[in-house]
């Protein structure tokens, strides 16, 4: 239906049979953008506004979210110096997906079909900017990978966090050093590895205007963060059908 998440195609035919779909609709939101763009600050003040106006919310990081994606994420994120031979690209970006496909499986899905809004730090379209737009990988293959491993999950709204590299780093820089996690993997490209993410970014925002909404994360937080929240209630109550007004009158 128009308007609606795109449901689970893979798994709505009854194709695996892990996830039993009700009639619910809940609405998938992912917050996306380079590193030091303000995602996760974004996505705790979206949280906390659902929370206020008593709708049910769920947060996920990506990747995380549940005991085996978390695992992954150790993997991916932290690799201490002379731990063995570097990730091959590929290898990352199927990591990335085993992640995202449990944590869908376990996580999201049965959320989305109790009719809850879930948040996402990062989703499918982390995949192709960083794996695709930033390391080169073919990007129509990353778009079955993410489609496998999401069962064609799509977010109803993505917020678009637009940041120039030189200011996300300078961000993680500041970033309350006393609990600073140590620089991860991709924390520590070069300049010119986030330039290409966040072109990439950008040309999906033009591409999907209806889904990805770019926000200009240099602005003020509290700009930002009042855009934002514009966007994710017309969202909700887009794919509730009017079910979840979050504060708008019905
Ligand atoms: N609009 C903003 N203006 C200035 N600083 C911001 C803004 N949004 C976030 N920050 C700060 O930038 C830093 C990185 O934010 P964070 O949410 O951790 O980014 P991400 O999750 O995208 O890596 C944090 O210290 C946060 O307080
Ligand atoms: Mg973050």
Same mark, same amino acid.
């Given at each position: 239906?128009?308007?609606?998440?795109?449901? %689970?195609?893979?798994?709505?035919?009854?194709?695996?049979?892990?996830?039993?779909?009700?009639?619910?609709?809940?609405?998938?939101?992912?917050?996306?953008?380079?590193?030091?763009?303000?995602?996760?600050?974004?996505?705790?003040?979206?949280?906390?506004?659902?929370?206020?106006?008593?709708?049910?919310?769920?947060?996920?990081?990506?990747?995380?979210?549940?005991?085996?994606?978390?695992?992954?994420?150790?993997?991916?994120?932290?690799?201490?110096?002379?731990?063995?031979?570097?990730?091959?690209?590929?290898?990352?970006?199927?990591?990335?997906?085993?992640?995202?496909?449990?944590?869908?499986?376990?996580?999201?899905? +049965?959320?989305?079909?109790?009719?809850?809004?879930?948040?996402?730090?990062? %989703?499918?379209?982390?995949?192709?900017?960083?794996?695709?737009?930033?390391?080169?990988?073919?990007?129509?293959?990353?778009?079955?990978?993410?489609?496998?491993?999401?069962?064609?999950?799509?977010?109803?709204?993505?917020?678009?966090?637009?940041?120039? +590299?030189?200011?996300?780093?300078?961000?993680?820089?500041?970033?309350?050093?006393?609990?600073?996690?140590?620089?991860?993997?991709?924390?520590?490209?070069?300049?010119? %590895?986030?330039?290409?993410?966040?072109? %990439?970014?950008?040309?999906?925002?033009?591409?999907? +205007?209806?889904?990805?909404?770019?926000?200009?994360?240099?602005? +003020?937080?509290?700009?930002?963060?009042?855009?934002?929240?514009?966007?994710?209630?017309?969202?909700?109550?887009?794919?509730?059908?009017?079910?979840?007004?979050?504060?708008?009158?019905?």
């Amino acid at each position: 239906m128009a308007g609606h998440c795109r449901r %689970f195609p893979g798994y709505a035919a009854g194709g695996q049979g892990v996830i039993g779909i009700s009639e619910k609709q809940g609405c998938l939101i992912s917050v996306e953008g380079i590193d030091g763009a303000g995602k996760t600050t974004l996505v705790g003040i979206i949280a906390e506004k659902l929370k206020e106006e008593g709708v049910p919310a769920r947060v996920v990081r990506e990747p995380g979210g549940t005991l085996l994606s978390e695992k992954i994420r150790a993997l991916l994120l932290h690799k201490e110096p002379g731990e063995g031979p570097e990730l091959a690209y590929t290898a990352e970006a199927l990591l990335y997906a085993a992640a995202r496909a449990q944590l869908v499986a376990e996580v999201i899905a +049965p959320a989305l079909s109790r009719g809850e809004v879930v948040l996402c730090d990062r %989703f499918t379209d982390s995949t192709l900017a960083y794996q695709g737009g930033g390391r080169g990988l073919n990007i129509e293959l990353l778009r079955a990978v993410n489609s496998l491993a999401t069962g064609g999950l799509t977010p109803c709204l993505t917020l678009l966090l637009d940041l120039a +590299p030189a200011a996300g780093r300078m961000r993680l820089k500041s970033r309350g050093q006393e609990n600073r996690a140590p620089a991860d993997r991709l924390e520590t490209e070069s300049e010119l %590895f986030y330039t290409r993410v966040r072109q %990439f970014y950008l040309e999906l925002a033009a591409k999907e +205007p209806q889904r990805v909404v770019r926000l200009d994360a240099e602005r +003020p937080l509290e700009e930002v963060a009042e855009k934002a929240w514009a966007a994710v209630k017309k969202a909700c109550q887009r794919a509730s059908g009017g079910k979840i007004t979050c504060g708008l009158a019905e």
